[in-house]
């Protein structure tokens, strides 16, 4: 059974930044994780992944330039580093591992709550 816990969210002013973390316990035979994040009223939504070997990022066209994903293999663990926050960042930011060989997410975490304020 994989495991996935966020941490790293809170409230932080418009033009702020943060770093989300994402610890993956047990075994997983995913070779890429991402992030998403949901804000209210409003569908989940894609913002990157990366590959645990190699580190090949790939990036929604909304995030990129502010978004930063990485990893840390040796901690099991995914970041997400963000830049220049704005108002409508605000989210529950989820971290997610997909089935080999596709992008379904086969494993969420429970979300860490990011607010920003104007």
């Known amino acids: 059974q994989v495991q996935l816990a966020e941490s790293g969210g809170g409230l932080v002013q418009s033009g702020g930044s943060l770093r989300l973390s994402c610890v993956v316990s047990?075994?997983?035979?995913?070779?890429?994780m991402g992030w998403y994040r949901q804000a209210p009223a409003k569908e989940r939504e894609f913002i990157a992944a990366?590959?645990?070997?190699?580190?090949?990022?790939h990036y929604a066209d909304s995030v990129k330039g502010r978004f930063t994903i990485s990893r840390d293999n040796a901690k099991n663990t995914l970041y997400l580093q963000i830049h220049s926050l704005k108002p409508e960042d605000t989210a529950v930011y989820f971290c997610a591992t997909y089935q080999p060989g596709s992008w379904c997410v086969n494993y969420w975490g429970k979300g860490t709550l990011v607010t920003v304020s104007s």
């Open positions: 990366i590959r645990w070997s190699g580190g090949d990022t």
């Open positions: 047990g075994h997983t035979s995913s070779s890429v």
